[in-house]
């Protein structure tokens, strides 16, 4: 019995040093990056979908101008339970225009990958 034991507690703590890892994947990479602002009078019309990918950040957006104006932003894909985080970055992005925003206090490196994805959408478009 204390050999089941034994082995059921190395499992378990070899488990929980792999979600370690995992849940400090990517963030390195988005730490260090740099959102930058688009010129919205070089986006055609339309609806632009973007995509962020590093370690366990993975944010696709679809983002739809008209009239050199952002007029919405939707979220296609967020790492599970990570969509609350963005709460209130849509709304800012459009109020402000731009994907350049300080990310959400406590949850920084969410809305910066998810950013990033917002800019990519709005620079591949305006090329």
């Known amino acids: 019995?204390?050999?089941?034991?034994?082995?059921?507690?190395?499992?378990?703590?070899?488990?929980?040093v792999v979600a370690g890892v995992a849940a400090f994947q990517g963030m390195g990479e988005?730490?260090?990056?740099?959102?930058?602002?688009?010129?919205?009078?070089?986006?055609p019309d339309g609806a632009f979908e973007g995509e962020y990918k590093a370690g366990r950040f993975h944010y696709k957006v679809l983002v739809t101008v008209e009239g050199a104006k952002v007029t919405d932003v939707?979220?296609?894909?967020?790492?599970?339970?990570?969509?609350?985080?963005?709460?209130?970055?849509?709304?800012?992005?459009?109020?402000?225009?731009?994907?350049?925003?300080?990310?959400?206090?406590?949850?920084?490196?969410?809305g910066k990958a998810w950013l990033k994805a917002v800019e990519n959408a709005l620079a591949g478009a305006a090329n």
């Open 30 to 43: 988005v730490r260090g990056l740099t959102i930058g602002a688009v010129d919205l009078a070089r986006v």
């Open 74 to 110: 939707e979220t296609l894909t967020a790492p599970m339970g990570r969509e609350g985080v963005l709460q209130g970055l849509e709304q800012r992005v459009l109020d402000e225009q731009t994907p350049a925003l300080d990310a959400v206090t406590g949850a920084s490196l969410d």
């Open 1 to 16: 019995m204390k050999k089941v034991l034994k082995w059921v507690g190395l499992a378990m703590l070899a488990m929980l």
